[in-house]
């Protein structure tokens, strides 16, 4: 069975840092991209970063770019993602998501939203 697990989450003043993580299991971890994905307090989705299976590629939303770092350690089954230079903005909770369909099935999804798999998210509050 495919599960993520999601912590790290907490509350943190506004400039302050946090790394999330996410435990993986129940699948062939190194062979699959992974996203982290975030929900805001009365927003939607939105997409936060995701990484190629082997970890040479990563990709940010406009938003995190430059204060977010997203990695994995495969060998552990585990993605991270570090968060500097918070806002309180970044205030929502996370969540850890990947899609183990053909690539060009999760190229065709409708947004971040219609991942196949997802943790149960954990709150990252900025506040002061």
């Known amino acids: 069975e495919v599960q993520l697990v999601e912590s790290g989450g907490g509350l943190v003043q506004p400039g302050g840092s946090l790394r999330l993580s996410c435990a993986a299991s129940g699948f062939t971890f190194s062979n699959y991209d992974m996203t982290w994905v975030r929900q805001a307090p009365g927003k939607g989705l939105e997409w936060v970063s995701t990484?190629?299976?082997?970890?040479?590629?990563?990709y940010y939303a406009d938003s995190v770019k430059g204060r977010f770092t997203l990695s994995r350690d495969n060998a552990k089954n585990m993605l991270y993602l570090q968060m500097n230079s918070l806002k309180t903005e970044d205030t929502a909770v996370y969540y850890c998501?990947?899609?183990?369909?053909?690539?060009?099935?999760?190229?065709?999804?409708?947004?971040?939203?219609?991942?196949?798999?997802w943790g149960q998210g954990t709150q990252v509050t900025v506040s002061s």
């Open positions: 998501a990947t899609d183990l369909r053909p690539w060009a099935a999760i190229q065709a999804l409708g947004g971040a939203s219609d991942l196949e798999y």
């Open positions: 990484i190629s299976s082997v970890g040479g590629s990563t």
